[in-house]
C-alpha cells in the first residue's frame, strides 16, 4: 500500500511517500480502506520523537482513519463496505489501517469521510475535556486559548453548543475572525498587551469558569488570572513549545483547580466515554450546532505541507488528507 512513513525522528521533511506493508488487524481489529485522515499537532510532536509514546520506527504517523472496513472480526457489529471513522495510535496516512473495533465508529448517513476525519481527534479530545474534566455548565464563561486551531475552534463550538459564553483569544485578525464565525461572543488577541484585562473586562464580575488551553508558554499566566472562584484551567497541550509551571498560591484562595485531559489516556481509562462522545458529537453535527471548518484538503503525496502549516502557525480549523485522491477514488470524492 501506499502510506506516509517516518524513517527517523524529525519534521516533516524526512517524511518519504512509499510502499509499504499493509498492517495486519489482530483478532479485536478492523482493517480500514483509508480515504480521510485530517493532520494534528500530535503528528509533529509524533515524527519528532516528543510524543508521550514513541512508536519503533519506521511507522506511518496519522491518528484516524475514515474510510470503508475492509474486514472486521464475527461479533464487531462492522461489515465490510460499512462506512467509518477510527481513533487509532498512529497509521492514518495510509491506504489502510487497523482500529481496535471499540474505538471505530460507523459514520452516520450525510456525514462525509472529511467531516468524519475532522470530528474524530479534535472534537472528541475537546469535548472530553470540557464534559468530563472541566464539567463546564450552561451559562459558565468558557475562555478558549489557540482559538483557531484544530481543538481551539472544536471548543469554540463545543462551548456554544453546551451554554457557554465563549471568549476567544488567537494571534491575527483573521484567526479571530474565524473564531467569531464559529460562535465567539467575545473575540480577543493575545498580541495586545493588555490581553488579560480585555478578557476580565468581558467576563463580568464572577471571571472566567473554565479556560481551555492547548498552547501554554507566555498565555499560560496571565491566562490563570482571569479564572473566579472555583475556576477550571484545562490544560490540552502545549502548542507553544513549553509546558508551565503551576504556581499553587494562585490556585488555593480562589479554589482554581488546574486539569489536564488526554484522549490517549482517555482509551486507557474510560473508554466507554469515547462511544458516548462520538454519539453525541454526530448528533451535534446533524442538528447543525457544530460544523468542523476543514480550510485546506490535500492529497496523500502532500501531507508533509499539511502538516508545515501546523508547525509554521499557518492552520486555521482542520487540514484534511485525502488519502485515495487519484488512485482509486476521484478528486472531493469525500
Ligand atoms: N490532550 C489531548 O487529548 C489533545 C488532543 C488534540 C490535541 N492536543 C494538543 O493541542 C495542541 C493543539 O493541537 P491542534 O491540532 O489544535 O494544533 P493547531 O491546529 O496547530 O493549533 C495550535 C494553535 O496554537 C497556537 N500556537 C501558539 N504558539 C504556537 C507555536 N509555536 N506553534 C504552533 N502553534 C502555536 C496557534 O494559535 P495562535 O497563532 O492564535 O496563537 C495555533 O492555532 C497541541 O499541543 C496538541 O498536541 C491535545
Given at each position: 500500500m501506499r502510506a506516509i512513513v517516518c524513517g527517523t525522528w524529525?519534521?516533516?521533511?524526512?517524511?518519504?511517500?512509499?510502499?509499504?506493508?499493509?498492517?495486519?488487524?489482530?483478532?479485536?481489529?478492523?482493517?480500514?480502506?483509508?480515504?480521510?485522515?485530517?493532520?494534528?499537532?500530535?503528528?509533529?510532536?509524533?515524527?519528532?520523537?516528543?510524543?508521550?509514546t514513541r512508536p519503533a520506527l519506521p511507522f506511518v504517523p496519522g491518528l484516524e482513519a475514515a474510510g470503508t472496513i475492509a474486514s472486521a472480526p464475527?461479533?464487531?457489529?462492522?461489515?465490510?463496505?460499512?462506512?467509518?471513522?477510527?481513533?487509532?495510535?498512529?497509521?492514518?496516512?495510509a491506504e489502510q489501517a487497523v482500529a481496535s473495533a471499540r474505538e471505530t465508529f460507523l459514520l452516520p448517513a450525510g456525514v462525509s469521510f472529511d467531516v468524519g476525519a475532522a470530528l474524530t481527534s479534535a472534537y472528541v479530545s475537546t469535548a472530553l475535556a470540557l464534559t468530563r474534566v472541566a464539567h463546564l455548565k450552561p451559562s459558565e464563561v468558557l475562555l478558549v486559548l489557540g482559538a483557531s486551531g484544530g481543538v481551539g475552534l472544536a471548543a469554540v463550538q463545543l462551548g456554544k453548543a453546551l451554554g457557554a459564553t465563549v471568549i476567544a483569544v488567537a494571534s491575527t485578525p483573521d484567526k479571530l475572525a474565524v473564531a467569531r464565525a464559529a460562535g465567539a461572543d467575545h473575540v480577543?488577541?493575545?498580541?495586545?498587551?493588555?490581553?488579560?484585562?480585555?478578557?476580565?473586562?468581558?467576563?463580568?464580575?464572577?471571571?472566567?469558569?473554565?479556560?481551555?488551553?492547548?498552547?501554554?508558554?507566555?498565555?499560560?499566566?496571565?491566562?490563570?488570572s482571569t479564572l473566579g472562584w472555583g475556576g477550571r484551567y484545562v490544560?490540552?497541550?502545549?502548542?507553544?513549545?513549553?509546558?508551565?509551571?503551576?504556581?499553587?498560591?494562585?490556585?488555593?484562595?480562589?479554589?482554581?483547580?488546574?486539569?489536564?485531559?488526554?484522549?490517549?489516556?482517555?482509551?486507557?481509562?474510560?473508554?466507554?466515554?469515547?462511544?458516548?462522545?462520538?454519539d453525541q458529537l454526530f448528533s451535534w453535527y446533524a442538528q447543525g450546532r457544530i460544523t468542523p471548518r476543514i480550510t485546506l484538503r490535500l492529497p496523500l503525496d502532500q501531507t508533509a505541507d499539511g502538516l508545515r502549516t501546523l508547525a509554521e502557525r499557518r492552520a486555521i480549523g482542520k487540514v484534511v488528507i485525502h488519502v485515495r485522491e487519484g488512485r482509486d477514488a476521484p478528486p472531493g470524492v469525500t
Open positions: 524529525g519534521g516533516p521533511e524526512q517524511l518519504t511517500l512509499t510502499e509499504f506493508p499493509e498492517p495486519v488487524p489482530k483478532s479485536d481489529e478492523v482493517k480500514i480502506d483509508v480515504h480521510a485522515c485530517s493532520v494534528n499537532f500530535a503528528d509533529l510532536l509524533m515524527i519528532g520523537g516528543t510524543y508521550q464475527e461479533g464487531s457489529g462492522f461489515q465490510p463496505g460499512d462506512r467509518v471513522v477510527a481513533i487509532l495510535w498512529h497509521g492514518g496516512y480577543i488577541s493575545h498580541a495586545d498587551a493588555n490581553w488579560k484585562e480585555q478578557v476580565l473586562a468581558v467576563a463580568g464580575s464572577s471571571g472566567v469558569s473554565v479556560c481551555f488551553d492547548p498552547v501554554g508558554g507566555p498565555l499560560f499566566d496571565p491566562a490563570l490544560l490540552v497541550g502545549f502548542a507553544a513549545g513549553q509546558a508551565p509551571n503551576i504556581p499553587a498560591h494562585r490556585l488555593l484562595v480562589k479554589h482554581r483547580a488546574v486539569l489536564g485531559s488526554s484522549l490517549r489516556y482517555f482509551r486507557y481509562h474510560d473508554p466507554a466515554a469515547l462511544r458516548e462522545t462520538m
